[in-house]
């Protein structure tokens, strides 16, 4: 079974930072395309950055480039989300997916979904 969890989050304040990792099972990690995506209170489930499984590339989401940053330890299987410099508006529950192939970082493209993990940021 394809299985993400994630953890990391909490209550952070303006302009700190936290680490969200993405434990992977049931399929590695190099081999799928992999991200972390983000819903607020009252919006929709977006895409915040993602890792592709053909070349390794990323995606950012505009609203949290040179903050976040995405990174994979093969060998853990894990992805991680580093974020800086966090503001209020980062305030979500962020969740990991995957798919096995593409490297489309869309909500509706991705196959697996862990449960989330909650991020709040005071002002």
């Known amino acids: 079974d394809v299985q993400l969890q994630a953890s990391g989050g909490g209550l952070v304040q303006t302009g700190g930072s936290l680490r969200l990792s993405c434990a992977a099972s049931?399929?590695?990690?190099?081999?799928?395309?992999i991200g972390w995506f983000r819903q607020a209170p009252g919006k929709e489930r977006e895409g915040v950055s993602c890792?592709?499984?053909?070349?390794?590339?990323?995606f950012y989401a505009d609203s949290v480039q040179g903050r976040f940053t995405i990174s994979r330890d093969n060998a853990k299987n894990t992805v991680y989300l580093q974020m800086n410099s966090l503001k209020p508006e980062d305030t979500a529950v962020y969740y990991c997916a995957a798919r096995p192939y593409g490297s489309s970082c869309r909500v509706r493209d991705m196959d697996y979904w862990g449960k989330g993990t909650l991020v709040t940021v005071s002002s």
């Open positions: 049931g399929f590695s990690i190099d081999s799928f395309t």
């Open positions: 890792v592709s499984s053909s070349d390794g590339s990323t």
